[in-house]
């Protein structure tokens, strides 16, 4: 059975950094996504990055302040926030889904992944 579960949310101040964790677990599949999306209280949700079991990470995916990757060994993907602002508070939500050979995994696909986990909040503060 596939279970996600992060950790690692917390409150930080202005220019901080976070690292958030999201262990997987029974993805046995030859080829998966897992990604981190985010979503605020009245706002839609939104990919933040992803990553391919075979490590591919997308064009879409790496972004400036926060950078993803993965322990294979250990089935955790990672997410490091870096330069915190007030606009990245929101709830973190670790998702996987199952891909065909050859599929990229985008972040703006994310919120659509069929498995995600019960979140991690993030509070910035100025």
């Known amino acids: 059975q596939e279970e996600l579960v992060e950790s690692g949310g917390g409150s930080v101040q202005t220019g901080g950094s976070l690292r958030l964790s999201c262990a997987t677990s029974g993805f046995v599949y030859s080829g998966y996504c897992v990604g981190w999306f985010r979503q605020s209280p009245g706002k839609n949700p939104q990919g933040v990055a992803a990553?391919?079991?075979?490590?591919?990470i997308s064009s879409d995916s790496r972004k400036g302040r926060f950078t993803i990757w993965q322990d294979k060994d250990a089935g955790t993907v990672y997410l490091q926030m870096n330069g915190l602002n007030t606009g990245d508070t929101a709830m973190y939500y670790c998702?996987?889904?199952?891909?065909?050979?050859?599929?990229?995994?985008?972040?703006?696909?994310?919120?659509?992944?069929?498995?995600r986990g019960q979140g991690t909040q993030v509070t910035v503060s100025s």
């Open positions: 990553i391919h079991s075979d490590g591919s």
């Open positions: 998702a996987a889904k199952r891909v065909s050979s050859g599929e990229w995994c985008y972040a703006s696909d994310i919120p659509t992944y069929r498995y």
